[in-house]
């Protein structure tokens, strides 16, 4: 038992690192360029691989102006997955800021066009999580919800993928997303949730106002609880035998034509 008055220790070799310590990897020379554009604060220091130095000059240009350390090396991070594809570079960060849903919701006030939401209920491959992050990011979505449990993590895949809109785009983890989109629907959002086997067709359906858009997992959809939550169920129409699109490809599909319905596309033209 432990000794009264005597602080408690972890065990040996089980020492847990505080959030402030933690740090996350991100590799590929296009996101860890445009982190060094758009959030060099958030970059600890750089790797180069010395087999494969690819565009490091220019990196290491824009690591000099902002005063980040960088170095050269036989081999990656430790912990870098096996199949990561580097081109060359590393950036060790600080781990990726999420919001609350409070905040997303403080973020949809301020907006002045109808505000889009993309809600992921455990969507588990990495890559496609870094593609609806850039795929969002590219429809203008105020932000993402995506279950805490059950995802994927905010690892170097998905950054890599997400090609530096995972540094733009506000991440709302939740604990319940049944309960968090309840909470929009209370805010004035229209749940629509993605579903293979809808009878209704995105081209059928008014998407007018706040949307949120839910996209279930890979492998089962979206969960049943979470699906009641929905105020409407739709589906891309398809011309062919295939069942259904990837995930990631299914949600653009789906959000471009929430842009175009809402008249968005000329002010994401303007913006670009």
């Not at 220019?58 to 102006?65: G, K, S, T, Y």
């Not at 983890?173 to 309960?179: E, F, G, I, L, Y």
């Amino acid at each position: 038992m432990p000794t009264p008055g005597k602080k408690k220790t972890a065990p040996h070799g089980h020492n847990r690192k505080s959030q402030a310590d933690r740090t996350d990897l991100i590799w590929g020379i296009h996101p860890v360029m445009e982190l060094l554009n758009s959030s060099p604060q958030k970059v600890i220091e750089l790797r180069f691989i010395k087999s494969n130095q690819g565009k490091a000059h220019d990196l290491i240009l824009l690591a000099e102006q902002e005063g980040i350390p960088y170095h050269f090396a036989d081999t990656p991070f430790p912990g870098t997955p096996e199949q990561a594809t580097m081109q060359g570079v590393q950036a060790r960060i600080k781990p990726v800021s999420t919001i609350t849903i409070n905040d997303l919701l403080a973020i949809q006030q301020k907006s002045s066009s109808p505000a889009l939401i993309l809600a992921l209920d455990t969507i588990q491959d990495p890559h496609n999580f870094g593609a609806m992050i850039r795929s969002s990011s590219a429809a203008g979505a105020i932000g993402i919800l995506y279950t805490k449990d059950r995802s994927a993590p905010l690892s170097g895949t998905v950054a890599k993928v997400a090609v530096g809109a995972i540094a733009h785009l506000p991440l709302c983890p939740v604990t319940n997303m049944a309960s968090a989109l309840q909470q929009l629907k209370d805010a004035g959002f229209w749940i629509f949730g993605a579903e293979g086997t809808a009878e209704q067709t995105i081209h059928q359906t008014n998407f007018d106002g706040p949307v949120c858009l839910v996209i279930g997992g890979e492998r089962n959809g979206i969960r049943p609880l979470v699906k009641k939550h929905c105020d409407f169920l739709v589906s891309i129409p398809m011309h062919s035998s295939i069942d259904s699109l990837n995930a990631s490809v299914a949600a653009a599909v789906i959000m471009f034509e929430i842009v175009r319905q809402q008249g968005r596309e000329k002010t994401l033209n303007s913006t670009s």
